[in-house]
């Protein structure tokens, strides 16, 4: 969420202008309704690698589909490092988690949102900042009372310019590859301006944890774009693939979630040969009950991370990076901490290396 109120103006204004760009190269997103050479197809791709948002169901994305109030919810929430995969129906998740935050009132979650309730959604996500009235817009008196403050705000901060004769045009709406679109470009951009080290004698090491190979997959493929030595994280005892199934009552994942006294997972190895050599540590857990899996605690605590950058980045089936990073952050004997990034448990090799070498690392 932090990331995202960072960078909210740029949100609410690509999505109020309903600003769009080509994109730069073919994606092959997997889905039947979005051809390859798609303006859109990088960000559907971006956005559904990152679980941000899913199909719709028969392999389709349904690009030109009107985006509905309960799918903004749960984007955000997702974002938010909230698990939604288990929802049903399948906004009640996202709805439940903006009402506790105070993002909506959680109605009419199947209905198209509009202009004027997403810049509320997003200025209550920010914070409900206060604003002054600025120049009206022309249509001023359609602005429904609840979102007059918003649209202040959003127009007193060069969010909104207005449309055609400058109208705010409130009942307008948003189809769901704008807002693929508007979520890809103010991700990616976040991303690429974090350059933690760009000595060309940096050195990194990519450590990771890996239950099911998803996350070796990613920390293999950066180590590869960056030219970084790979550091497993390793349990002394290993999970099976009994321990890891969260479904089955009382199997090892389920008793460690449930007693935190359990998490202390001895490893075979703490400290990698010539840690004091290494100016970025990239760390790589799955998400585990919306944090990093607890068998990465015990390097983060034993380490020394002073004037190390550490990036954490992080794999699942849906849920986002959420406060793990943080927390972890909170473990840790100093280090300066990246916000980080999360992929889909099956992310494509492009992505992982498109998203490294926007880092910059030892150029």
Same mark, same amino acid.
């Given at each position: 969420?932090?990331?995202?109120?960072?960078?909210?103006?740029? *949100?609410?204004?690509?999505? @109020?202008?309903?600003? #769009?760009?080509?994109?730069?190269?073919?994606?092959? /997103?997997?889905?039947?309704?979005?051809? %390859?050479?798609?303006?859109?197809?990088?960000?559907?791709?971006?956005?559904?690698?990152?679980?941000?948002?899913?199909?719709?169901?028969?392999?389709?994305?349904?690009?030109?589909?009107?985006?509905?109030?309960?799918?903004?919810? /749960?984007?955000?929430?997702?974002?938010? $490092?909230?698990?939604?995969?288990?929802? %049903?129906?399948?906004?009640?998740?996202?709805?439940?988690?903006?009402?506790?935050?105070?993002?909506?009132?959680? #109605?009419?979650? #199947? $209905?198209?949102?509009?202009?004027?309730? +997403?810049?509320?959604?997003?200025?209550?996500?920010?914070?409900?900042?206060?604003?002054?009235? =600025?120049?009206?817009?022309?249509?001023?008196?359609?602005?429904?009372?609840?979102?007059? /403050?918003?649209?202040?705000?959003?127009?007193?901060? =060069?969010?909104?310019?207005?449309?055609?004769?400058?109208?705010?045009?409130?009942?307008?709406?948003?189809?769901?590859?704008?807002?693929?679109?508007?979520?890809?470009?103010?991700?990616?951009?976040?991303?690429?301006?974090?350059?933690?080290?760009?000595?060309?004698?940096?050195?990194? +090491?990519?450590?990771?944890?890996?239950?099911?190979?998803?996350?070796?997959?990613?920390?293999?493929?950066?180590?590869?774009? @960056?030219?970084?030595? +790979?550091?497993?994280?390793?349990?002394?005892?290993?999970?099976?693939?009994?321990?890891?199934?969260?479904?089955?009552?009382?199997?090892?994942?389920?008793?460690?979630?449930? %007693?935190?006294?359990?998490?202390? *997972?001895?490893?075979?190895?703490?400290?990698?040969?010539?840690?004091?050599?290494?100016?970025?540590?990239?760390?790589?857990?799955? *998400?585990?009950?919306?944090?990093?899996?607890?068998?990465?605690?015990?390097?983060?605590?034993?380490?020394?991370? /002073?004037?190390?950058?550490? *990036?954490?980045?992080?794999?699942?089936?849906?849920?986002?990076? =959420?406060?793990?990073?943080?927390? +972890?952050?909170?473990?840790?004997? $100093?280090?300066?901490?990246?916000?980080?990034?999360?992929?889909?448990?099956?992310?494509?090799?492009?992505?992982?290396?498109?998203?490294?070498?926007?880092?910059?690392? =030892?150029?």
């Amino acid at each position: 969420m932090k990331k995202l109120k960072q960078i909210i103006s740029s *949100i609410a204004a690509a999505a @109020l202008l309903l600003a #769009t760009a080509p994109a730069a190269f073919a994606a092959n /997103t997997g889905f039947t309704d979005v051809p %390859n050479n798609a303006w859109y197809a990088e960000a559907v791709q971006y956005v559904t690698d990152n679980g941000l948002m899913s199909g719709t169901g028969n392999n389709q994305f349904s690009p030109n589909a009107a985006t509905t109030r309960g799918m903004l919810m /749960t984007v955000l929430a997702r974002n938010a $490092g909230t698990d939604t995969s288990n929802s %049903n129906p399948w906004y009640q998740v996202g709805m439940d988690w903006a009402k506790e935050n105070g993002v909506s009132d959680g #109605t009419n979650p #199947t $209905g198209n949102i509009t202009r004027a309730q +997403l810049v509320t959604m997003l200025w209550r996500y920010a914070g409900s900042p206060t604003a002054d009235a =600025g120049e009206d817009f022309a249509d001023e008196n359609a602005i429904p009372a609840y979102a007059a /403050t918003a649209v202040d705000w959003a127009h007193a901060n =060069g969010v909104v310019n207005g449309t055609d004769g400058n109208r705010f045009d409130p009942q307008a709406g948003a189809t769901r590859a704008q807002v693929a679109t508007i979520l890809r470009n103010y991700l990616a951009k976040d991303q690429n301006n974090q350059t933690p080290n760009t000595g060309k004698d940096s050195k990194a +090491l990519v450590a990771y944890y890996s239950a099911t190979g998803s996350t070796k997959a990613v920390a293999e493929t950066i180590a590869d774009e @960056l030219n970084a030595d +790979l550091f497993e994280i390793t349990p002394v005892t290993p999970y099976t693939s009994a321990d890891l199934n969260w479904n089955t009552e009382g199997s090892r994942v389920n008793r460690e979630h449930e %007693n935190e006294a359990l998490r202390d *997972i001895a490893l075979t190895q703490t400290t990698p040969a010539n840690w004091s050599e290494y100016d970025t540590v990239f760390i790589g857990y799955p *998400i585990w009950w919306g944090i990093a899996a607890w068998p990465v605690n015990n390097f983060v605590k034993n380490n020394d991370f /002073t004037s190390k950058t550490v *990036i954490p980045f992080a794999t699942s089936t849906s849920s986002g990076m =959420g406060q793990s990073g943080e927390l +972890l952050q909170q473990m840790a004997n $100093g280090g300066t901490w990246q916000s980080g990034q999360r992929f889909s448990s099956g992310a494509s090799d492009s992505t992982v290396r498109s998203w490294a070498d926007g880092l910059e690392i =030892g150029k």
